[in-house]
């Protein structure tokens, strides 16, 4: 019983932990270092697969060092928690820089209805 409580403990840890990974990854981009960011963001979502702003962000930084389909799937993530219309702004700047301009088409329809 005694290790079960450490390792609830451990999780709980972990998840609060998040918050400063975020704040971390937030300073890492916004000093464009992206895949710094990157990687400190990743935590930030293994620990909290919720965590909105972080999948917003690493899209993102996906996109800064034009790795979109990385983007794209990191804005499916962010609309998967909550549709909003930055990741899905986001989700269709990154489909046309791949020539899908149907797709990004279509995710602008998805946003308007």
Do not use: C, P
């Not at 079960?4 to 971390?24: Q, V």
């Amino acid at each position: 019983m005694v290790k079960l409580k450490r390792e609830d403990d451990a999780k709980d840890l972990f998840k609060r932990s998040a918050t400063l990974w975020y704040i971390e990854g937030k300073t890492l981009f916004e000093s464009k270092k992206y895949r710094g960011a990157i990687k400190v963001l990743n935590k930030v979502t293994e620990a909290k697969e919720d965590h909105l702003a972080a999948w917003l962000l690493k899209g993102k930084a996906f996109y800064e060092i034009m790795m979109y389909d990385e983007a794209i799937n990191a804005t499916d993530m962010a609309i998967k928690i909550k549709q909003n219309v930055e990741a899905s702004e986001l989700k269709k700047r990154a489909l046309a820089k791949l020539g899908r301009n149907e797709h990004a088409k279509d995710a602008s329809d998805k946003l308007l209805n």
